[in-house]
């Protein structure tokens, strides 16, 4: 058997944590393996140790037979191994072109000569069906562009061992078909693919084997053709998952929420525009609704707008009736809104500060945890504990562990905990399970419909489209900054949903729904 890439015995460890526990993985020439784990299981780490941004403390690498040490990134490439990485590695003032050139540039008499590279770049571009713009600038292009720029940029230097790394967490359903179908364009040319993910479906789409990670150990590695997706969900998490989200019918009461007549401005390419353009929508006691679109249509402005950490240039924000447009942050904070933020680093936790002081962050100046000015540390710890346990949170040193280094995953159930704990009358939950697996995603919506049942008002911003169709009683679609439709996720399909987010399908939302 020809085995293109073979890591044998690999064990990388950090400080209090094997990341890599004595783990093997073999793939074969052309085909598409994936590799599966919760968040934490170790599989970026096991592909950077192969990519050559760790060094593994024991094991070794045989590349197509032989044995190779890989120093860094320059080695891979030397070997013929490519990586996108989750978060692409773009100069955004580049063009496309230069982008892909990017430290291989052909120089004549101190001159870049481009010439060469582009008719090498349209040629692939062409060949794979990845048509780009050569001399666009990359922060003009859409995130499912950029990722054809990474794509381009393995083939341009004649990687023929790829990995791809949670490659479809930032696209629409459209662009992610338009994804499978390239990898397998370039399986069918003789490539290799390594595919990181934790979207069961994805690897039954295009995976032929699959090799399971769970807590840095080897689990096993299936044929994806003859193995169900409990079966690999079970593997994964070790304990039975169940996959749909069982909710029973809302049963909405009185508005809590209502937003009017919305407006943000944001200075664009040099004019001013509204980014978030004349919304108005409500949302009631007992039901989740959902606003779902494509990154960068505005979503993250108008939740900034709602909770306050930014400006809006018109309308208002109701609470319980109440107006909160003007509220300070602290105000909507005590008076019932609750907010899970989309970027769980710069608006969700203090990186530096232990978990039990995140856990209280918002409520550290109450009297049952503060007296004349000075914290009650036994309650704050009695309290985090409490969390802990209940929401699962799992930590090196429990409540004194510094948040940054633990998991996405587990930062994440604390800052739900948090919110939830609260019990607000309006939750705002933007991206809640973001990069989290199975078991974490399972958990947290669970966590959400328990607080819908018990009459809170929740308005969930995703971009998971098994999300939003799962975990919504009504679905808001945003394009351009406006609400282009209102939909039942019970009389709507994923297809139709993905043509609104993209603009190319619009109807008028109820206003009074």
């Excluded at 809640?432 to 929740?458: C, F, M, N, W």
Aim: charged share 25%; with cysteine.
């Amino acid at each position: 058997m020809d085995y293109v890439i073979e890591m044998l015995n690999i064990t990388k460890e950090f400080p209090g944590i094997i990341a890599n526990d004595d783990i093997t993985l073999r793939v074969k020439q052309g085909e598409i393996h994936a590799l599966l784990g919760e968040n934490g299981a170790g599989k970026s780490t096991l592909m950077s140790v192969l990519f050559g941004l760790y060094q593994p403390e024991k094991g070794t690498i045989r590349v197509k037979g032989k044995e190779a040490v890989i120093k860094g990134p320059l080695d891979a490439n030397a070997l013929g191994i490519g990586m996108v990485h989750q978060h692409f590695k773009l100069v955004h003032n580049f063009t496309v072109l230069q982008n892909i050139v990017l430290g291989m540039e052909t120089v004549k008499g101190g001159m870049i000569q481009m010439a060469d590279a582009r008719a090498k770049v349209m040629a692939l571009s062409e060949k794979y069906n990845l048509l780009v713009d050569p001399d666009a600038l990359i922060s003009d292009i859409t995130v499912g562009m950029q990722q054809r720029v990474e794509i381009l940029k393995m083939l341009y230097r004649d990687n023929d061992i790829l990995i791809f790394d949670e490659p479809t967490a930032v696209l629409t359903p459209q662009e992610i078909d338009e994804l499978m179908r390239i990898m397998k364009d370039l399986v069918a040319e003789g490539k290799s693919i390594l595919f990181i993910t934790h979207k069961l479906n994805e690897i039954k789409a295009v995976a032929d084997q699959c090799t399971v990670l769970r807590r840095g150990k080897y689990i096993g590695t299936i044929q994806v053709a003859d193995t169900d997706k409990e079966t690999m969900s079970e593997m994964m998490v070790g304990r039975k998952v169940n996959l749909t989200v069982e909710k029973a019918q809302a049963k909405p009461g009185e508005v809590v929420l209502e937003v009017k007549d919305v407006c943000v401005k944001s200075v664009r390419e040099g004019h001013e525009q509204n980014v978030v353009d004349h919304v108005s929508f409500q949302v009631r006691k007992g039901e989740i609704v959902c606003i779902a679109g494509i990154d960068g249509n505005g979503q993250t402005e108008l939740v900034q707008a709602i909770t306050g950490l930014s400006g809006m240039s018109q309308g208002s924000i109701l609470v319980n009736g109440e107006d909160m447009t003007h509220k300070s942050i602290r105000y909507k904070n005590t008076h019932g809104v609750s907010h899970i933020p989309e970027d769980r680093h710069k608006h969700g936790l203090v990186l530096d500060y232990n978990l039990a002081y995140n856990l209280v962050l918002q409520q550290y100046f109450e009297p049952s945890f503060s007296k004349a000015g000075f914290l009650k540390k036994d309650k704050v710890n009695a309290y985090a504990d409490m969390l802990i346990e209940k929401y699962d949170i799992r930590s090196g040193q429990g409540r004194e562990t510094i948040t940054r280094s633990m998991s996405g995953g587990n930062q994440q159930k604390a800052i739900v905990a948090r919110e939830i704990m609260k019990d607000p009358d309006i939750l705002l939950a933007v991206q809640p399970t973001r990069g989290l697996d199975v078991g974490a995603i399972e958990y947290i919506h669970k966590q959400l419909v328990a607080q819908r049942d018990s009459g809170s008002a929740i308005l969930l911003v995703s971009l998971e489209l098994d999300e939003v169709m799962n975990l919504s009683d009504r679905i808001l679609v945003i394009y351009e900054g406006a609400i282009v439709a209102e939909l039942d996720p019970k009389e709507t399909t994923v297809q139709e949903l993905g043509l609104y987010m993209a603009g190319s399908k619009r109807k008028e939302a109820k206003q009074d729904a």
